[in-house]
């Protein structure tokens, strides 16, 4: 039997990179509940113990990470991260920086797995649990989204019970102040 995700090869990753165009302003730096989305998504990294953090597509981060093709959308900054972290972890716990509502309830399930194996949320492809090493077989040319690149490493998707609001993005004004609305 394969042994689960070890935490000390397991690196956090937090999509970061996008333009933000229907919020009309950087997401990352959105404060809700008195601190950034940036820093509510490292924080809900470090409960569950991951042994680092990146941050995709802002190398201006202590912690972050360059695109190799700006703009490229996630699945391109996942693979980079994948391709720069290579030999230092095994696994990337991968979120994005514009789901708040998430918790280490929704993330547990992801690490609770064998290690090498791509799992997300069934209907949800975020957040996911990328192992790094197939990453770099991949043929960047075929991979243009998140689904392309979870089908491309065999993901497994997880069957998933009760709310689904946790899962929400936050990609406009109006969501944001309803995110505000509801807490």
Same mark, same amino acid.
């Given at each position: 039997?394969?042994?689960?995700?070890?935490?000390?090869?397991?690196?956090?990753?937090?999509?970061?990179?996008?333009?933000?165009?229907?919020?009309? $302003?950087?997401?990352?730096?959105?404060?809700?509940?008195? /601190?950034?989305? @940036?820093?509510?998504? !490292?924080?809900?990294? *470090? %409960? =569950?113990? &991951?042994?680092?953090?990146?941050?995709?597509? !802002?190398?201006?981060? +202590?912690?972050? *990470? +360059?695109?190799? $093709?700006?703009?490229?959308?996630? %699945? /391109? %900054?996942?693979?980079?991260?994948?391709?720069?972290?290579?030999?230092?972890?095994?696994?990337?716990?991968?979120?994005?920086?514009?789901?708040?509502? @998430?918790?280490?309830?929704?993330?547990?399930?992801?690490?609770?797995?064998?290690?090498?194996?791509? !799992?997300?949320?069934?209907?949800?492809?975020? +957040?996911?649990?990328?192992? &790094?090493?197939?990453?770099?077989?991949?043929?960047?040319?075929?991979?243009?989204?998140? /689904?392309? *690149?979870?089908?491309? *490493?065999?993901?497994?998707?997880?069957?998933?019970?009760? %709310?689904?609001?946790?899962?929400?993005?936050?990609? =406009?004004?109006?969501?944001?102040?309803?995110?505000?609305?509801?807490?």
């Amino acid at each position: 039997m394969t042994p689960p995700v070890e935490r000390g090869r397991l690196a956090g990753l937090i999509l970061a990179g996008g333009q933000s165009v229907r919020m009309g $302003q950087d997401k990352a730096e959105l404060v809700w509940r008195g /601190r950034s989305l @940036l820093d509510h998504a !490292r924080a809900l990294l *470090l %409960a =569950t113990g &991951v042994s680092a953090i990146h941050v995709g597509g !802002r190398p201006q981060e +202590p912690d972050g *990470l +360059p695109d190799s $093709q700006p703009h490229a959308g996630p %699945a /391109r %900054a996942i693979l980079d991260a994948a391709r720069l972290l290579r030999g230092r972890f095994d696994s990337l716990l991968v979120i994005p920086v514009d789901m708040p509502l @998430l918790g280490p309830d929704q993330l547990a399930p992801l690490l609770a797995g064998p290690s090498g194996q791509a !799992r997300h949320w069934a209907d949800q492809p975020l +957040p996911a649990l990328v192992p &790094v090493a197939p990453c770099q077989a991949l043929d960047d040319e075929d991979i243009h989204s998140i /689904r392309r *690149l979870l089908a491309s *490493l065999d993901a497994r998707a997880l069957p998933r019970d009760g %709310a689904t609001s946790s899962f929400s993005n936050i990609n =406009t004004p109006d969501a944001l102040a309803r995110l505000d609305a509801d807490s």
